[in-house]
């Protein structure tokens, strides 16, 4: 099972395409780079602090429950691109290395510090307002006096290596890969699929709109994410610890 931000939109979270998809007049290629932080890094951490407070008020929707239940059923993780960390919310239950969802692009929780590289989740970072100055003596700082970034990858930064590695390995066992509220634009994550197709799985894509994806998928479910899942996967179709 690989979602993207498509799942997250019925709890309130903007996607980043398409209708509704945009902050401000930016594509996500314009904040959503290193490049964009060099150059920017009060601009971008705005976009994030903005992302940070709306996602910190949104609640899982009936997919993210039903993606819950049928991990903890067939022992599977969740393949994500979302950094939202609603299927760990709704899934209520960290720790288990079997079900927690793999967060392919990292967390908008986690703060990496670019200078020395340390990492945590900072849930109480001080925001960084709209009105706030341009100064990016404003931004938030590591104990070591180096700058903090969004721990999340950017275009052009390699993934995890072990997370994706794992990804592979569950994509290239599985029988059914359900690809869920994701364009199918971004790599390497829309590669998966393919990878489960090549090693003969049926692919299912539930999306509100064609994709690239969509030609080569054996089943098209056509509608919202919050309403499709839940009858796909209460009926038992990828509950035998086969799906992915
Ligand atoms: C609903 C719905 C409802 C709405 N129900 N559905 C191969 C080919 C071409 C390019 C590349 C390639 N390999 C790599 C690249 C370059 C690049 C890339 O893919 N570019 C393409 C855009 C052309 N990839 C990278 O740069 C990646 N890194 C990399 O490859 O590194 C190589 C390297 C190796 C070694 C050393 C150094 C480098 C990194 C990609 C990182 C992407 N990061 C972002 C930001 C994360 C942080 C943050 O959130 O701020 O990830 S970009 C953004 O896009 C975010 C998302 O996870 C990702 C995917 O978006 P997603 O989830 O698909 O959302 P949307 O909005 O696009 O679509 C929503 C969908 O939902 C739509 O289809 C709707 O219809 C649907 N929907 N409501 C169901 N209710
Ligand atoms: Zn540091």
New binding site residues.
């Given amino acids: 099972m690989l979602?993207?931000?498509?799942?997250s939109?019925?709890s309130g979270v903007?996607?980043?395409?398409?209708p509704g998809?945009l902050w401000r007049s930016y594509r996500?290629?314009d904040?959503?780079?290193p490049e964009a932080f060099a150059s920017d890094p009060v601009l971008v951490w705005r976009?994030?602090s903005w992302?940070r407070d709306l996602v910190s008020r949104c609640v899982p929707n009936a997919?993210h429950e039903a993606i819950a239940a049928w991990s903890r059923r067939t022992s599977t993780p969740v393949i994500?691109?979302?950094?939202?960390g609603l299927h760990s919310l709704a899934l209520g239950r960290p720790g288990d290395p079997d079900v927690d969802p793999i967060e392919?692009?990292?967390s908008?929780f986690g703060v990496r510090c670019t200078a020395c590289r340390d990492e945590k989740e900072d849930r109480t970072l001080e925001l960084v307002p709209d009105g706030a100055d341009r100064n990016p003596e404003s931004l938030p700082r590591c104990e070591c006096g180096g700058l903090l970034r969004?721990a999340?990858?950017?275009?052009?930064?390699?993934?995890d290596e072990a997370k994706l590695a794992r990804c592979h390995e569950i994509v290239a066992g599985c029988s059914v890969c359900l690809v869920?509220?994701?364009?199918?634009?971004?790599?390497?994550?829309?590669?998966l699929p393919k990878v489960a197709q090549a090693t003969g799985a049926t692919i299912i894509e539930?999306?509100?709109?064609e994709?690239p994806l969509t030609p080569i998928s054996d089943k098209s479910l056509r509608?919202?994410?919050?309403s499709?899942i839940p009858a796909l996967l209460d009926d038992g179709n990828t509950s035998k610890g086969q799906g992915s």
């Fill in positions: 979602t993207g931000a498509g799942v939109a019925e903007p996607t980043f395409r398409g998809g996500p290629e904040l959503a780079s976009w994030y992302r997919a994500t691109q979302n950094v939202d392919l692009h990292g908008l969004p999340v990858v950017w275009f052009g930064e390699a993934l869920v509220g994701t364009s199918s634009l971004v790599y390497p994550a829309a590669g539930v999306n509100v709109t994709t509608g919202p994410a919050s499709v």
